[in-house]
């Protein structure tokens, strides 16, 4: 288990050959906006960051942090994107599509916490599931040829998403994506189980890129400010136990830096955690992947008044 220093440490080397392209979706408050900003700490601001989300201002403070790069190249960049909807990520991939070269670094961390039921967008996906995986699947599907590029480029080419890693739970057929029955719990158990899934899907298709699902642990972020005062002296607890963005993010740059190629499960620490609490067959795996791709096309076709 590397401590804090040995995570710094190693992710101070991080030095690549090539000028790195990083999308950060999610990127614009908690462990994302850390990543983000640790990333271009490492890199002194010399690389093409983009971070996704819907806070400009947030976003703009953000970039205004980043140290001033000396390589002509670098850019970065807020790309408004509400990630709640399935048309809103189809539009942003395709414009990244179009305009990016490649990309090696896919971070995924949106996120939403409260306790409330089933709670459809527009398009009818659930909101806390859409978050913390279909949004998620449907970037990393999208942006799978621009990856791909870097990594036929001799370059990383590496996607991570910030959920629950070794935090799942059974997969259950009878009730693909809670669609009979829900509750907050239950998609806290299920979104973990169909990130491993869709990254295993991913990596037998590209055993050369990397995956890697991490879990951040107990972090104090905006998300987990609890608001209902019955609730609030959990807060005081959660924030005695809780890492800060920033040392999470160590965390977990140190995760994806130090996955080469294939699938990596990782905890709080950045450790490998190989195959613990996993779950979820060969079997179970692609009929979660065709469940997951008709959900996502249901969404699109949705006739939706005003987006
Ligand atoms: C957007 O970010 C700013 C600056 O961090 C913050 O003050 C504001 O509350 C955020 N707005 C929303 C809607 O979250």
Redesign the pocket.
């Known amino acids: 288990m590397p401590a804090l220093a040995a995570a710094r440490a190693a992710n101070a080397a991080f030095s690549p050959a090539y000028f790195p392209i990083a999308v950060f979706v999610g990127g ?2 908690g462990i994302g906006r850390a990543c983000a900003e640790a990333f271009a700490r490492y890199t002194k601001g010399n690389a093409h960051i983009v971070i996704v989300g ?5 976003a703009d ?1 953000i970039i205004a942090s980043f140290p001033t790069p000396t390589n002509p190249k670098a850019k970065h960049e807020f790309v408004s994107c509400d990630v709640f909807l399935m048309r809103n990520i189809q539009a942003t991939t395709a414009s990244l599509r179009e305009r990016l070269p490649k990309i090696n670094f896919l971070v995924l961390s949106p996120g939403l916490f409260n306790l409330r039921g089933r709670d459809e967008t527009v398009e009818g996906i659930d909101k806390r599931l859409g978050l913390h995986y279909y949004a998620r699947w449907k970037f990393t599907y999208d942006l799978l040829p621009l990856l791909r590029k870097a990594k036929d480029a001799g370059e990383d080419a590496k996607v991570m998403s910030v959920l629950g890693a070794g935090y799942g739970g059974a997969v259950d057929l009878n009730n693909l994506g809670l669609k009979k029955s829900y509750s907050p719990a239950k998609a806290g158990l299920t979104s973990p189980t169909y990130t491993d899934l869709m990254f295993e899907h991913h990596v037998r298709e590209n055993p050369d890129l990397a995956f890697v699902h991490a879990n951040p642990g107990p972090v104090a972020t ?1 998300l987990v400010q609890l608001k209902h005062w019955a609730l609030r002296p959990i807060n005081g607890l959660m924030s005695l136990l809780a890492t800060s963005p920033e040392d999470c993010a160590e965390y977990m740059l140190y995760g994806l830096f130090q996955t080469e190629k294939g699938f990596s499960r990782r905890n709080a620490k950045g450790d490998d955690i190989g195959n613990s609490n996993h779950y979820g067959s060969d079997e179970e795996r692609e009929i979660v992947w065709e469940h997951t791709k008709e959900e996502i096309d249901r969404a699109l076709a949705a006739k939706v008044e005003s987006t």
């Open positions: 614009t408050s819907r806070n400009k201002s947030a403070d905006p």
